[in-house]
């Protein structure tokens, strides 16, 4: 797949020229990189962007994105990626992907945020990823969610023990809800864990219903 000239870049790493276009979907940005004039198998890398928010109208307004994406970040993440199995090339019909989680590892956002925003984002991510542990352990809540119809939602209680000081001090809301059974693990139960204030910040638990 050619990436379009238009508002892509590129860029020459180990002799090997690349096409790289930044794309911003569902709250988060998406790299992909191409091998410019060699049908290569695609990079894909998902970076968050640890965004700074301020309150407002009751709810959050974005004011300030952190993560800038800048040719040695493309240099960085293409380095990793040919460290750890991409064959750029060779055909390939799957694009070799890069989640977000790793990309903060491999390339950290140092930018800082201004003392009136918070990273509020962040912070209800994080706290859905605590979540899926909490939950799993949690036998009242799975007598709850085995039991419940698909996709209906239950509200977490504000005073419930796992949420986070910073989830409590800035008023995040987050609901679970029973996602139906996974084929792929034996038919376990999988419990959904979402953000209120952001929707889009969603994790996912298997769990074995026929232990409470």
């Given at each position: 797949m050619a990436l379009p000239k238009k508002k892509s870049h590129l860029i020459t790493v180990n002799d090997?020229?690349?096409r790289w276009l930044l794309t911003f979907r569902n709250d988060v940005l998406h790299l992909t990189v191409?091998?410019?004039?060699l049908d290569g198998q695609l990079l894909q890398a998902v970076f968050e962007p640890h965004d700074g928010y301020v309150r407002s109208h009751g709810g959050w307004e974005r004011r300030t994105q952190r993560r800038q994406i800048k040719p040695s970040t493309v240099?960085?993440?293409v380095d990793h990626a040919?460290?750890?199995g991409w064959k750029p090339t060779e055909k390939c019909s799957t694009p070799f992907r890069i989640w977000a989680w790793d990309v903060d590892q491999i390339v950290p956002c140092s930018e800082d945020l201004p003392d009136d925003q918070i990273p509020i984002r962040d912070i209800a991510s994080n706290q859905v990823c605590d979540l899926q542990f909490d939950l799993s352990l949690d036998?009242?809540?799975r007598k709850t969610l085995f039991g419940a119809d698909v996709g209906k939602p239950f509200p977490l209680?504000?005073?419930y023990f796992a949420l986070s000081d910073e989830s409590r001090r800035h008023g995040l809301r987050y609901k679970v809800f029973n996602d139906?059974?996974?084929d792929d693990w034996g038919g376990f139960i999988v419990f959904g864990i979402q953000s209120v204030d952001f929707p889009d910040v969603v994790a996912y638990a298997t769990?074995?219903?026929s232990i409470i």
């Open positions: 090997i020229v690349f191409d091998p410019e004039d240099r960085r993440i040919s460290a750890n036998s009242s809540w209680p504000n005073d139906g059974s996974a769990n074995n219903s």
